[in-house]
């Protein structure tokens, strides 16, 4: 029997991840239980938000480097509009944060799919154009908890159920809900389909007729537009919003895609294994602060190794499987 | 009129503009202290976009670039602090530069994976090792020669730094327009493959690319750590932005094959002109870097811009 290797790549995963739990259990006192899943599946639930938008934009053979200046600019707008209209009902929030959020991804994707620019360097730029927005209207000031409706700071730690100890929170059933969605958009409907075509296939995906420029403007406004869910959560869970709010979470949203297996020449890859992907960096992340053995400070060198390991196997191991010569361009 | 056809001598045409904009705007613009300053205060990322522009030529990208320097003087800072002997410091600094750069290479051109991806992922391992030395901490106890080099005029008012600059831009210019191997970074860049069929070393030179940026990222580090006295680990975070905008305004197509080293040279002139006249009026740095990706964004779309005047010249004649 054959495994398909979507699922493959899925069961691999898994398995890293089940061993990476194990291996800090074995080396940290009283790592396992249910406050490691408290603690950690807020902050997963905002990586795999910003994940799934960029594993989008990812498939088109593009990538969204300015998602952690959108994350800081919805949390930052969303919130001061919060203080200014208290009474706002809440289900509209979160709309009102992806709406924000979409004009962003709105304008990486217009001068993307219309001007064919490279989304590197366009989204290297709004990275620091969105950013400096935030800083100009933040003139200094900054959103502090007391300031937001008690509802809202509330959220962020409100559970929809609980299994026994373990506390499942609403940020981590709409975060879930959000990467179900986006799994059954891509794989059962025609309109997710193209995403894979032009990622996979540029010319031939021309030649059938797909739309690549509207198909890449929409990735980037799917990737803005949950980067301002994300942003409305980070809202919720801090409170506090600074000019530096969501600096750095671009990196581990590429790492968490890269890392679930998305292919990043375009064209493959699966969400749910970004919600791994996503899963094992907050995790390996926040363990190695606990981890005395070595210092904090690897975070970041990590993350970086991590994602060139993941890149380096799956690039050798599809080539392999592909018989292709090394060398030449993917 | 026929100059100003080429994008240097449009380049050029903007320099002056932005030059005449800010020496009405501010007295102190034109003075030989400003320009020294406005030189000094980004003397170690015009360096780096000078391989920068080889490496974007080459039809590649450096996005470690910064993560290098910061390692290197990160690195510099720790040894010093171990008490190990400064130039003893800056040889392992430049070695460990050197290092990074085979690195990004080994993955590069040895397994033949994407430099953007290869680099974006030790952009970010790079600058981990350098938090990873450093920590929390700042560093600043370096030898009193190291300070002065950094610091100090060298020949009258003009510090070691920028000497250095000129030396490189001057050897960076002959060797792109002038040399065999120059030649071949275009010839790569515009077509990988007739290169390789031509049996050009293609490998090779962008193996040296790849390590000749990590040596001289990790040579301006050390200008860095120079210049501010310290080092901490965020120190040049974010730098590789100005970096590319300049490499890019000054005419270099992101997609290889195409550029000048005088394009860059212009294009690094108009970015330190642009950031110090708007520092002149007080405007802060992140709306300064804004600026720049504004900027950034413009300069990629330069070929179409030009497309597009073109087309409007032809309709009016």
């Known amino acids: ?330 | 009129m026929t100059a100003l056809r080429s994008w240097e001598g449009f380049l050029f045409a903007v320099l002056i503009l932005i030059y005449a904009f800010n020496a009405w705007n501010s007295p102190v613009f034109l003075t030989p202290g400003n320009q020294i300053n406005m030189f000094q205060l980004s003397v170690e990322k015009i360096i780096v976009a000078l391989v920068m522009t080889f490496v974007t030529i080459n039809g590649e990208i450096d996005l470690s670039v910064a993560s290098v320097m910061g390692f290197a003087a990160c690195a510099f800072g720790w040894l010093v602090q171990a008490g190990v002997p400064g130039l003893g410091a800056v040889a392992i600094a430049l070695a460990i530069g050197l290092m990074c750069g085979a690195f990004n290479a080994l993955f590069i051109v040895g397994f033949g994976i994407p430099s953007l991806v290869v680099t974006l992922a030790t952009m970010i391992a790079f600058r981990g090792f350098a938090r990873v030395l450093v920590e929390d901490r700042g560093i600043s106890d370096f030898p009193d020669w190291f300070d002065r080099l950094g610091q100090a005029g060298m020949i009258g008012p003009v510090p070691f730094a920028m000497i250095l600059f000129a030396i490189l831009a001057v050897l960076a210019v002959l060797t792109l327009q002038r040399t065999a191997f120059g030649r071949k970074v275009y010839f790569i860049g515009a077509n990988r493959a007739v290169a390789e069929y031509s049996g050009l070393d293609v490998r090779a030179v962008k193996a040296k690319i790849f390590i000749a940026s990590g040596v001289i990222s990790a040579l301006a580090g050390l200008l860095f750590a120079a210049r501010v006295g310290a080092v901490r680990g965020d120190i040049a975070n974010g730098f590789e932005l100005d970096i590319i905008t300049m490499v890019l305004l000054g005419g270099v197509s992101i997609f290889g094959g195409a550029g000048t080293m005088s394009g860059t040279i212009l294009s690094i002139l108009i970015v330190l002109a642009l950031r110090n006249g708007m520092a002149l009026v007080n405007i802060t740095g992140h709306i300064q870097t804004g600026v720049l990706g504004i900027l950034l964004v413009l300069s990629v779309m330069v070929p179409i811009i030009r497309q597009t005047g073109g087309r409007l010249i032809a309709r009016v004649r």
């Open chain 1, 1 to 330: 029997m054959r495994i398909p290797l979507g699922t493959l790549r899925i069961l691999v995963l898994l398995a890293v991840f089940a061993a990476t739990v194990l291996f800090f259990a074995s080396q940290i006192d009283g790592y396992l239980n249910a406050r490691l899943f408290n603690r950690i599946s807020g902050s997963v639930a905002v990586i795999a938000l910003i994940a799934v938008g960029q594993a989008f934009v990812v498939l088109t053979r593009n990538i969204d480097l300015s998602i952690g200046s959108v994350v800081g600019c919805t949390a930052y707008f969303t919130g001061g509009i919060l203080i200014a209209y208290p009474d706002l009902p809440p289900l509209l929030v979160p709309l009102l944060a992806m709406g924000i959020g979409a004009v962003f991804g709105a304008v990486n994707g217009f001068l993307v799919a219309r001007f064919h620019l490279p989304s590197i360097i366009v989204t290297l730029a709004s990275l620091a154009i969105f950013r400096s927005i935030l800083v100009q209207s933040s003139d200094g000031s900054s959103i502090t908890t007391d300031r937001l409706p008690t509802w809202l700071t509330e959220f962020a730690t409100t559970n929809a159920f609980t299994l026994g100890e373990l506390q499942i929170r609403w940020i981590v059933v709409i975060s879930i809900l959000v990467v179900l969605i986006a799994h059954i958009f891509l794989t059962r409907f025609r309109a997710g389909r193209t995403f894979f075509a032009i990622g996979s296939n540029p010319d031939a995906a021309a030649f059938a007729g797909i739309n690549a420029g509207r198909t890449i403007f929409l990735a980037f406004v799917i990737s803005g537009a949950l980067a301002g869910l994300a942003g409305f959560m980070f809202l919720s869970r801090f409170g506090n919003i600074t000019v530096v709010a969501g600096l750095g979470l671009e990196l581990k949203s590429v790492g968490a895609v890269v890392v679930g297996g998305v292919n990043i020449f375009g064209g493959s890859g699966n969400v749910l294994g970004v919600l791994i992907g996503a899963a094992l960096i907050d995790v390996i992340d926040t363990s190695l602060v606990r981890w005395e053995v070595v210092s904090a400070f690897w975070r970041e060198a990590v993350l970086g190794l991590l994602i060139l390991l993941a890149v380096a196997a799956d690039t050798l191991l599809m080539r392999r499987l592909l018989n292709r010569k090394p060398g030449g361009t993917p």
